[in-house]
Nanobody, 124 residues
Framework: QLQLVESGGGLVQTGGSLRLSCAAS????????MGWFRQAPGKERDFVAA????????NYADSVKGRFTISRDNAKNTVYLQMNSLKPEDTAVYYC?????????????????WGQGTQVTVSS
């Protein structure tokens, strides 16, 4: 089992920044790829960013490329999502997820463990 706990969400104005954190415990975090997804009310859960087990490979959704940065600290069992230049359309619940196969995957079904989510609200 792997437990994931997100933090760092909140209310921010358009153009502002937030850094989300996801702390992992239980299994060997360093062997897992990690991803961030988001879900707005009434919409499907969408891919945001992912990072491979060693941090050498990252993927981003086109909508966040150049604004968001995913990183990880395996010594702290934590993955981060730095979000800059936030827009109202970034408003959603943000979830972190772990992929046991270590690959920076794109799809919800490729992830094995999920956190409970943290709300991000961007006001216009």
């Amino acid at each position: 089992q792997l437990q994931l706990v997100e933090s760092g969400g909140g209310l921010v104005q358009t153009g502002g920044s937030l850094r989300l954190s996801c702390a992992a415990s239980g299994r060997t975090f360093s062997s897992c790829a990690m991803g961030w997804f988001r879900q707005a009310p009434g919409k499907e859960r969408d891919f945001v960013a992912a990072i491979s087990w060693g941090g050498g490979s990252t993927n981003y959704a086109d909508s966040v490329k150049g604004r968001f940065t995913i990183s990880r600290d395996n010594a702290k069992n934590t993955v981060y999502l730095q979000m800059n230049s936030l827009k109202p359309e970034d408003t959603a619940v943000y979830y972190c997820a772990a992929n046991l196969r270590g690959r920076a995957a794109w799809y919800v079904y490729e992830y094995d463990y999920w956190g409970q989510g943290t709300q991000v609200t961007v006001s216009s």
